[in-house]
């Protein structure tokens, strides 16, 4: 599990520099075009929004797979280590449910339902863009199981 993990977590690394640096092109690029030769590139602004919604998605299932998301520390801190633990199993629970019910199946739904409207620049159906809930909710929900595994590892020992 430890050797699948990683493969992902380099895998979306390295897919969302890819994304960051494609995004940093496209917006420079779409300021040249603006400012400096007054005729604004239209795909340029789409596209760099589209891939600013599959960052967002997949640099959250990334973050959330590392543990690195944001959570409220002072109220955990109170209790002992034991306790600690099942709340941050319990948290681990929630936002699993939240993947699987408004990400996976949600985002199926939505992502389905938009494959037949297509974006007017790009001529790329919405569904694709859409596609990046679902995907990232599995990866939620894989990372879900790691974590899960590795806490209760912890409340073992």
Not at 48 to 56: D, E, K, P
Not at 78 to 88: L, S, V
Not at 135 to 153: E, K, Q, W
Request: charged content about 15%.
């Amino acid at each position: 599990m430890k050797f699948i993990r990683s493969k992902i977590d380099s895998f979306l690394q390295w897919f969302c520099l890819i994304i960051v640096s494609a995004m940093s092109i496209l917006v420079l690029y779409q300021v040249i075009t603006r400012y400096i030769f007054n005729a604004p590139s239209n795909i340029s602004e789409v596209v760099a929004r589209s891939l600013f919604v599959w960052l967002t998605m997949f640099g959250g299932a990334f973050v959330f797979g590392r543990r690195e998301h944001m959570n409220i520390e002072f109220i955990r801190s109170k209790f002992p280590p034991k306790i600690k633990i099942c709340i941050e199993m319990f948290s681990e629970l929630v936002i699993a449910v939240f993947a699987v019910l408004v990400m996976i199946i949600g985002g199926f739904w939505q992502a389905s339902n938009q494959m037949i409207q297509v974006e007017s620049m790009t001529q790329i159906p919405m569904g694709y863009i859409y596609s990046a809930i679902p995907i990232s909710g599995i990866l939620i929900l894989f990372y879900f199981a790691c974590n899960t595994y590795d806490l209760y590892r912890k409340l073992k020992d």
